[in-house]
């Protein structure tokens, strides 16, 4: 089966706030989506619909051709799909190894905890470095690698990666979008929500662009770059 | 590493073969004692299981209360002899605590906790109600004639206890024990790594409850009497907490050495100040200073010193 995230016409919030309207979106195998809009647009809400957190009131959502709509959020890491959240939302009382650990903590990554292990610190070597820290105590860019490592542990076929350049310093948001993209050439699928649109798109190859819960613009990462709804948005 | 691990186990080993030699002794007051320390350190084990899943119990009177009742009946209307009683009690906590876990669903924090004391209120105004099963206001003696030797039920005490160490040590490894600490760190992320935070309350109140029943059911078998108002008593409740704070929570030895401590003294105030009042103020007083003084508890002080000595 064509390992595919489709979403149609998702209506999504939270109370009687809504959030998302009619958003549609797809991600495929191995490529690199990024998800743009500024603050309040609902990308955070997408991702967290998409992990089975948010409960649409309206739409389709389907991976690889089966409905995830009532699939409860510890079986969707099951399915292949796993979120690292916005702000990390580590464990923060737990050493990197065992967050690490716990990323691999469903069934179908258990048996590939010692070499996902490896793979990670392999991207990762700081990681390696710091494994017997708490993770509360790591700077912000360790624990955004930890963030994207531990969610790798589920050996996700799909990634969802909520704004993971936010609050680092130039040099390492160059080097998490260097890691992305080398996740994604290992055949991964990576929906990335982001806030610096150019770093996004130049890792990515299509990209969706919304505002007030819609998606305005669509289309390749090229022809986004020069789309006045992207200047708009985030030049000025 | 390896000879700090083998001094560890074997200072553990040590102690379970004191708790477990000191019935021999025969002394009543000694007995008495092991008794209290050993029946505190599984309730205070059985709290700090539930804290360690960010799960707050005011309720564990309710699980020792349910675990006395049932060794009771089960020795007096079956006659049922203490193993078996005790196995009936450990069970019936068990089921209590699953259904509480299943009661309560998604309840946390302060929420959990008070739902935890109502179970605990509930259960004892229905055994103050049901006269014709838990002897009501008047109470219920175990008959006489299947009681053992003392030193028989202070041995099984401390073989009860010697057990909630050990199955928490064993618990301490497993991936469950990871689950209930992701669980306490952040359980809507622990969700999206697959943990299911109901089947791991059910787990862990499973575990809990059975070893909080299983000591009222031991201290039944010690006592020998049994009323809603002692069975129900909130005294264990608040001993279960004050035990592993003391010692120090999220940790194995805290419940343990807090125990000891709890009960040395608040024996040692009652016997220094006579069985007035000024005792258990004096033991509140004294309470409130360890607490204050020792935030993370004996085990915390402890370590710290040991970070201080360590660099020069």
């Given at each position: 089966m064509d390992e595919r995230l489709q979403l149609e016409g998702i209506d999504a919030g939270y109370g009687g706030a809504r959030v998302l309207e009619g958003v549609g979106l797809e991600v495929g195998v191995g490529e690199v989506v990024c998800l743009l809009g500024a603050n309040g647009a609902g990308k955070t809400t997408m991702l967290l619909t998409i992990a089975g957190l948010l409960r649409p009131s309206a739409g389709r959502l389907t991976w690889a051709g089966q409905?995830?709509?009532?699939?409860p959020p510890h079986r969707i890491v099951e399915q292949g799909i796993a979120l690292s959240p916005e702000g990390r939302q580590l464990f923060p009382n737990l050493t990197v190894l065992e967050n690490l650990q716990l990323g691999s903590y469903c069934r179908h990554a258990r048996p590939y905890r010692q070499a996902s292990l490896g793979e990670v610190y392999a991207l990762f070597p700081r990681l390696h470095e710091r494994r017997d820290q708490a993770a509360g105590l790591l700077s912000g860019g360790e624990q955004q690698m930890l963030a994207i490592g531990r969610a790798l542990m589920a050996r996700p076929r799909l990634l969802l990666l909520d704004e993971p350049s936010v609050g680092l310093a130039p040099r390492l948001v160059a080097a998490v979008f260097e890691s992305i993209a080398r996740i994604a050439s290992q055949g991964i699928g990576v929906l990335l929500v982001e806030q610096n649109a150019y770093g996004a798109l130049a890792i990515a190859k299509r990209g969706y662009v919304l505002a007030n819960g819609r998606v305005v613009t669509a289309g390749l990462a090229a022809q986004l770059e020069a789309a006045p709804e992207v200047q708009a948005a985030f030049i000025g | 590493m390896m000879p700090k691990a083998r001094v560890k186990a074997a200072a553990w080993a040590a102690l379970a073969v004191a708790v477990l030699a000191a019935p021999a002794l025969g002394s009543p007051v000694l007995n008495d004692w092991n008794v209290r320390i050993c029946s505190l350190m599984m309730v205070a084990l059985s709290w700090n299981l539930t804290l360690n899943a960010g799960l707050i119990s005011l309720g564990h009177s309710a699980f020792w209360g349910l675990g006395s009742y049932a060794a009771l009946l089960a020795a007096n209307r079956l006659g049922a002899p203490l193993p078996l009683s005790l196995l009936i009690a450990a069970l019936a906590g068990s089921l209590a605590g699953m259904g509480l876990a299943a009661l309560t669903g998604n309840l946390r924090g302060i929420f959990f906790a008070i739902s935890t004391l109502a179970f605990s209120e509930i259960l004892r105004v229905v055994g103050l109600m049901t006269p014709d099963l838990t002897?009501?206001?008047e109470g219920l003696y175990l008959t006489p004639g299947l009681r053992p030797a003392p030193a028989v039920v202070t041995f099984a005490v401390a073989l009860g206890a010697v057990a909630a160490v050990v199955v928490c040590a064993g618990l301490a490894l497993t991936r469950f024990n990871l689950a209930c600490r992701a669980m306490r760190n952040n359980e809507d992320v622990s969700k999206m790594f697959g943990i299911n935070p109901l089947v791991c309350r059910v787990q862990c109140l499973a575990v809990a409850g059975g070893m909080a029943s299983l000591a009222g059911g031991l201290n039944l078998w010690h006592g020998g009497f049994l009323d809603p108002l002692v069975a129900f008593d909130l005294h264990v409740t608040v001993l279960s907490q004050i035990a592993p704070l003391l010692g120090g929570i999220h940790t194995l030895v805290g419940p343990v050495v807090g125990s000891v401590l709890t009960v040395f003294l608040s024996e040692g105030t009652r016997i220094g100040?006579?069985?007035?009042?000024y005792s258990q103020l004096v033991l509140g007083v004294l309470l409130v200073v360890c607490v204050l003084a020792m935030p993370s508890g004996v085990v915390g002080l402890w370590r710290r010193v040991l970070a201080r000595r360590a660099r020069p």
């Amino acid at each position: 089966m064509d390992e595919r995230l489709q979403l149609e016409g998702i209506d999504a919030g939270y109370g009687g706030a809504r959030v998302l309207e009619g958003v549609g979106l797809e991600v495929g195998v191995g490529e690199v989506v990024c998800l743009l809009g500024a603050n309040g647009a609902g990308k955070t809400t997408m991702l967290l619909t998409i992990a089975g957190l948010l409960r649409p009131s309206a739409g389709r959502l389907t991976w690889a051709g089966q409905d995830l709509l009532r699939v409860p959020p510890h079986r969707i890491v099951e399915q292949g799909i796993a979120l690292s959240p916005e702000g990390r939302q580590l464990f923060p009382n737990l050493t990197v190894l065992e967050n690490l650990q716990l990323g691999s903590y469903c069934r179908h990554a258990r048996p590939y905890r010692q070499a996902s292990l490896g793979e990670v610190y392999a991207l990762f070597p700081r990681l390696h470095e710091r494994r017997d820290q708490a993770a509360g105590l790591l700077s912000g860019g360790e624990q955004q690698m930890l963030a994207i490592g531990r969610a790798l542990m589920a050996r996700p076929r799909l990634l969802l990666l909520d704004e993971p350049s936010v609050g680092l310093a130039p040099r390492l948001v160059a080097a998490v979008f260097e890691s992305i993209a080398r996740i994604a050439s290992q055949g991964i699928g990576v929906l990335l929500v982001e806030q610096n649109a150019y770093g996004a798109l130049a890792i990515a190859k299509r990209g969706y662009v919304l505002a007030n819960g819609r998606v305005v613009t669509a289309g390749l990462a090229a022809q986004l770059e020069a789309a006045p709804e992207v200047q708009a948005a985030f030049i000025g | 590493m390896m000879p700090k691990a083998r001094v560890k186990a074997a200072a553990w080993a040590a102690l379970a073969v004191a708790v477990l030699a000191a019935p021999a002794l025969g002394s009543p007051v000694l007995n008495d004692w092991n008794v209290r320390i050993c029946s505190l350190m599984m309730v205070a084990l059985s709290w700090n299981l539930t804290l360690n899943a960010g799960l707050i119990s005011l309720g564990h009177s309710a699980f020792w209360g349910l675990g006395s009742y049932a060794a009771l009946l089960a020795a007096n209307r079956l006659g049922a002899p203490l193993p078996l009683s005790l196995l009936i009690a450990a069970l019936a906590g068990s089921l209590a605590g699953m259904g509480l876990a299943a009661l309560t669903g998604n309840l946390r924090g302060i929420f959990f906790a008070i739902s935890t004391l109502a179970f605990s209120e509930i259960l004892r105004v229905v055994g103050l109600m049901t006269p014709d099963l838990t002897g009501g206001a008047e109470g219920l003696y175990l008959t006489p004639g299947l009681r053992p030797a003392p030193a028989v039920v202070t041995f099984a005490v401390a073989l009860g206890a010697v057990a909630a160490v050990v199955v928490c040590a064993g618990l301490a490894l497993t991936r469950f024990n990871l689950a209930c600490r992701a669980m306490r760190n952040n359980e809507d992320v622990s969700k999206m790594f697959g943990i299911n935070p109901l089947v791991c309350r059910v787990q862990c109140l499973a575990v809990a409850g059975g070893m909080a029943s299983l000591a009222g059911g031991l201290n039944l078998w010690h006592g020998g009497f049994l009323d809603p108002l002692v069975a129900f008593d909130l005294h264990v409740t608040v001993l279960s907490q004050i035990a592993p704070l003391l010692g120090g929570i999220h940790t194995l030895v805290g419940p343990v050495v807090g125990s000891v401590l709890t009960v040395f003294l608040s024996e040692g105030t009652r016997i220094g100040l006579g069985a007035s009042g000024y005792s258990q103020l004096v033991l509140g007083v004294l309470l409130v200073v360890c607490v204050l003084a020792m935030p993370s508890g004996v085990v915390g002080l402890w370590r710290r010193v040991l970070a201080r000595r360590a660099r020069p």
